[in-house]
């Protein structure tokens, strides 16, 4: 099983609504990412998780929480969005450290703020 | 920082026929890998491909295969008997580590058509 889900597919929210993105894996990798992408843009690194531990935080506004329950699962709570944060958000994930090559991604949550 | 450059914004080519995507890349590090990955409309990021630094030899998955130079720091992509299926936003990326943790920096994409 190589695949990483991420739900909800679509999901437009106020923006004084509070609404959590859930990601999963089942490929028993202990590195997950989160990463924003605007329309006609490359991704943009968000955090990392290591192991369920926060690794990176790449200076994202305190309105985006990931949190990561346990090795499969990896949460970015949402709250107080501007309409600026609309855009996909995808979910990766990997072997951890400098052995690992690859990130595998999921089909990312298409998020409207309006 | 590292830095990845992909200067063609759009590329084009006739189905069945061969293209080539450029990828140039900046970094201090010996030890590194490079990817390209592909977006289609559906979003969902795919690994077309991957090289690692030390290798010299260049990767091939079937109709894929990488021009790599590590002393140009170049990394380009050539796709043969193009297929419509390979529409798609194209991505190079490099993979560098911080703390530890791996981070892709990502070029800004070559959006390639297939003309039947």
């Known amino acids: 099983d190589t695949e990483v889900t991420q739900t909800p597919k679509h999901l437009v929210m106020g923006m004084t609504n509070k609404k959590s993105l859930k990601c999963e894996q089942h490929?028993?990798?202990?590195?997950m990412y989160w990463y924003k992408q605007k329309a006609k843009k490359p991704p943009e690194l968000m955090f990392v998780?290591?192991?369920?531990?926060?690794?990176i935080n790449e200076s994202v506004p305190s309105r985006f929480s990931p949190e990561c329950p346990n090795s499969s699962l990896l949460n970015l709570h949402l709250h107080a969005l501007q309409p600026e944060d609309s855009a996909l958000y995808l979910c990766a994930s990997s072997k951890p450290g400098q052995g690992a090559r690859e990130q595998y991604f999921g089909p990312g949550t298409r998020l409207t703020v309006t | 920082a590292q830095t990845v450059t992909q200067s063609q914004p759009e590329m084009s080519v006739q189905e069945a026929e061969t293209v080539t995507l450029s990828c140039t890349y900046d970094t201090s590090e010996s030890d590194y890998y490079l990817f390209w990955y592909k977006q289609p409309p559906s979003r969902q990021m795919i690994l077309v491909i991957r090289q690692e630094a030390y290798k010299q030899q260049n990767a091939t998955e079937n109709r894929f295969s990488v021009n790599f130079q590590k002393a140009a720091k170049s990394f380009s992509l050539k796709i043969s008997d193009s297929q419509l299926g390979d529409a798609a936003m194209y991505f190079c990326?490099?993979?560098?580590?911080?703390?530890?943790?791996?981070?892709?920096?990502f070029g800004q994409g070559t959006r390639l058509t297939i003309n039947p």
């Open positions: 998780y290591s192991y369920e531990k926060l690794s």
């Open positions: 990326a490099y993979r560098g580590l911080i703390q530890g943790a791996q981070k892709l920096v």
């Open positions: 490929m028993g990798h202990r590195a």
